[in-house]
């Protein structure tokens, strides 16, 4: 039997992934997602109910463009879906006026003129009483910051892309790929397809499917729990915010209350493990995890410092940099890498799936993405390619 035709396969139809098949079959273009697991899941980086989404952006100012036309390409799914995506909360980044989330977000805030104010901690703490940070501490006040239902977000692009005539196959990973000319081969345990285009989108197991590269994308675990507030008033959207803190104990990252009971927590790197995604426990948590996450909670949100309602544990994907990697494979400009994870990926998801498939119809995206290229990893091998 001869192998399906595609123009364009999407390996992994995670947060990326499927805002990508989504655009693609919008546009027309004959398009099939290959996931591992069920579409949506819990098994990559995207489980836990929802991302924080902010423009008052920490981590560089060079992000806050591909930000914009996130919120606005969330929006537009909220309407093609009739389902709720994205919910402004306000956000805080919190830290002494000294530390990286801090003078982060005023970077971001000055070099693209956005709208927040600068809180001493007694002040945030009266704004906030959910809050309890020392003096000392400030907190930079985002009127724009909210979150994404990450697992809601999925689950509305992989159904309007199936009504847009994509084809999606869960439990269904990709076992390998070599180029077929100007094309693509992409094989699966079930079968064999040809495309013009490959997408590799595969979060934690990126590096399976690129071996030369594979030492440049590191999976670690992640823990995030809900507890129920003592005052769960001040938890509440609309009472609470989205925010970051940097502190001694970690850098926490914390919602109000929606989706599922309880105030949700996390500290980025955790506990600092690499784990092997085919591998891990991902029903395991232990007191150590827990215990990591209460220290934040403890030292500045006492009044959440309640019982456990519910405990997640997901992953990042880090590079070196931690920033993402959206690039042409070397060599095989017909296959696209896309891995923009290390923890901080999701809620960029909207506007990356318009540029994959920007480029996988080899048009030239509306951003820059030099800061994204493989080629700034000098240490990365030349790859060996199979014929």
Known sequence: MSAQ??????????????????????????????????????????????????????????????????????????????????????????????????????????????????LEASELNRRYPGFELPSGMVGVAQPDAGFVFSERAIASYAALAIDDGAEIHGYEPVSDWEPDGDGVIVRTPRAEYRANRLVISAGAWIGALLPPFASLFVAERQVLIWTQPRHPERFHVGAFPVFILEAPEGRFYGFPMAGIPGFKIGRYHHRGEVVDPDTYDRTAVDQADE?????????????????????????????SDEHFVIDRYPGVPQVIVASPCSGHGFKFASGIGEILADLAQDREPAFDLSMFRLDRFPSAPAPTLRR
């Open 5 to 118: 035709r595609f123009d364009v396969i999407v390996a992994g139809v995670g947060a990326m992934g499927s805002a990508t098949v989504a655009q693609l079959a919008r546009r027309g273009v004959r398009v099939l997602g290959l996931e591992r697991s069920s579409v949506p899941n819990d098994s990559g980086s995207s489980g836990g109910v929802n991302r924080i989404i902010r423009l008052a952006y920490p981590e560089d100012p060079r992000y806050v463009p591909l930000l914009r036309r996130a919120y606005a390409a969330w929006r537009e799914l909220e309407e093609r879906s009739g389902e709720r995506i994205l919910v402004i909360t306000g956000g805080i980044d919190a830290g002494t006026p000294e530390s990286d989330t801090v003078t982060g977000s005023l970077e971001s805030c000055r070099v693209h003129d956005l709208p927040h104010e600068v």
């Open 291 to 319: 215990e990591a996450l209460r220290a934040g909670i403890r030292a500045y949100l006492p009044d959440a410092d309640g019982p456990t309602l519910s405990y997640k544990t997901c992953m990042f994907t880090n590079t």
